[in-house]
């Protein structure tokens, strides 16, 4: 039932996009600092109850992390300057896949975990947190990038689109908007709100 939160969280973000991206501005220090304690006892929670793989959604620390690492990553986003133009492609374009990329990890993680399973990896699962973290840190950054790579996978393929939650690209040869023109789609609002 605490996942609610989370998209409760996502909604009410979406509606005061404008005021919450000029509090992030004005205090990014603070959002960023403050996701770490808040990991920090959301994981301790998690761990205290003994929850693991999809059980630990159903925790009520859950919203809270999700909203803390969100705010962290807009904040540090909200640093990037309007002239840094591949930088901003390159966080809208990743902005643009965070839909699919959530649709698709599951996936991913099943098969990372079963790979890890097999023993076929020299990793440790078992022991204290210096011995395990890199093990955590180098699963987590290979089902993010398993992930990307499955949804540009799925963007090539007729149809493939709206499975990551992407709107239909221009076909080969189309003619870009008009100059001046902003874009549509998720992050056409964080263009604006930059201009």
Same mark, same amino acid.
């Given at each position: ?127 204290? !947190? ?51 023109? !902003? ?6 609002? !964080? ?5």
């Amino acid at each position: 039932m605490w996942w609610v939160g989370c998209y409760a969280a996502g909604g009410a973000a979406a509606w005061y996009h404008r005021p919450l991206r000029r509090v992030l501005e004005a205090h990014r220090a603070v959002a960023v600092a403050l996701a770490a304690p808040v990991a920090a006892l959301a994981v301790a929670d998690m761990a205290r109850a003994g929850a693991s793989g999809y059980d630990a959604f159903f925790r009520p620390s859950t919203p809270a992390l999700s909203v803390a690492v969100a705010g962290a990553l807009w904040a540090l986003a909200t640093a990037v300057p309007a002239a840094a133009g591949r930088s901003r492609a390159l966080l809208a374009a990743l902005a643009d896949r965070s839909l699919g990329v959530y649709l698709v990890h599951p996936l991913v993680l099943l098969g990372a975990g079963r790979l890890v399973q097999s023993g076929a990896l020299p990793l440790a699962f078992h022991g204290p !947190l210096w011995v395990t973290a890199p093990t955590l840190a180098l699963l987590v950054v290979a089902v993010l990038a398993g992930s990307l790579a499955a949804v540009e996978a799925l963007l090539t393929l007729p149809g493939g689109a709206p499975l990551v939650g992407e709107r239909r690209r221009r076909p080969p040869g189309a003619t870009a908007a008009a100059p001046g023109r !902003l874009p549509a789609g998720p992050t056409a609002t !964080l263009d604006r709100a930059s201009t």
